[in-house]
């Protein structure tokens, strides 16, 4: 059982647009959220954050938004561009930012940007 | 080196072999990670250490072993191979928050 889903294996989206990718959690303990970025052969690297107490952060381009009651975060890129494109892992963790409890990780969603 | 160092990057092993997978960091953080990454099924957690001299099972831990010795070296072992265990393996290290450091995987393949 999926703890951490994304149920969009894909998107595509024309340069300059908005792209949002979903991520859904099913445990109400998780209280930290995170986004990783992983371009082929090369490991995830770490992109934005949020904890359990906003429902919003904002670091340039990349947004992430957080509501608590649907269980349910998304990313939102703006503007996107042709060196967005990767595969994006939404993931969670118990404990809170300081701790060093375990990342359960989604399935992935590709994201294309269209030149 | 700097960050995380994974050995080998790829390897097609037979099935009933042994293998380790090795990991090196030197940024001192106090706890590591292996995870398996399969399409449609993103990473999963196979094992972790918080810290040097203690480690802990995660999702998907049979078939695996781990030990940490000192703080740097996480080595991962597969004590006989088998097909369902080709994949793409990742090292990462914390120093104690979520924000993880990957290593750049190691793709291995078991025919």
């Known amino acids: 059982d999926q703890q951490v889903k994304q149920n969009s294996p894909s998107l595509s989206v024309q340069e300059g647009r908005i792209s949002i990718l979903n991520c859904d959690y099913t445990?109400?303990?998780?209280?930290?959220f995170l986004w990783y970025k992983k371009y082929p052969a090369e490991g995830p690297t770490f992109l934005i954050s949020?904890?359990?107490?906003?429902d919003k952060n904002e670091d340039g381009r990349f947004t992430v938004f957080l509501n608590k009651s649907a269980k349910h975060l998304s990313l939102h890129i703006v503007p996107s561009q042709p060196g967005d494109s990767a595969v994006y892992f939404c993931?969670?963790?118990?404990?809170?930012?300081?701790?060093?409890?375990?990342?359960?990780f989604g399935s992935g969603t590709r994201l294309l940007v269209r030149p | 080196i700097a960050g995380i160092t994974q050995a080998p990057t790829s390897q097609i092993l037979a099935a009933g072999r042994r293998m380790t997978l090795r990991c090196t960091q030197d940024?001192?953080?106090?706890?590591m990670y292996w995870y398996r990454q399969d399409l449609g099924l993103g990473l999963r957690l196979i094992h972790y250490?918080?810290?040097?001299?203690?480690?802990g099972k995660g999702e998907v831990p049979d078939g695996y072993s781990v030990s940490r010795a000192n703080t740097d070296d996480f080595p991962l072992t597969l004590a006989s191979a088998v097909p369902s265990q080709t994949s793409v393996y990742f090292c990462?290290?914390?120093?104690?928050?979520?924000?993880?450091?990957f290593g750049s995987g190691t793709r291995l393949t078991v025919v």
């Open positions: 990462a290290s914390s120093a104690g928050g979520a924000g993880y450091t």
């Open positions: 445990n109400s303990m998780f209280d930290y």
């Open positions: 949020i904890s359990s107490i906003k």
């Open positions: 993931a969670a963790s118990r404990g809170g930012a300081d701790s060093s409890y375990k990342l359960i």
């Open positions: 940024m001192r953080h106090n706890a």
């Open positions: 250490s918080n810290t040097a001299g203690t480690t």
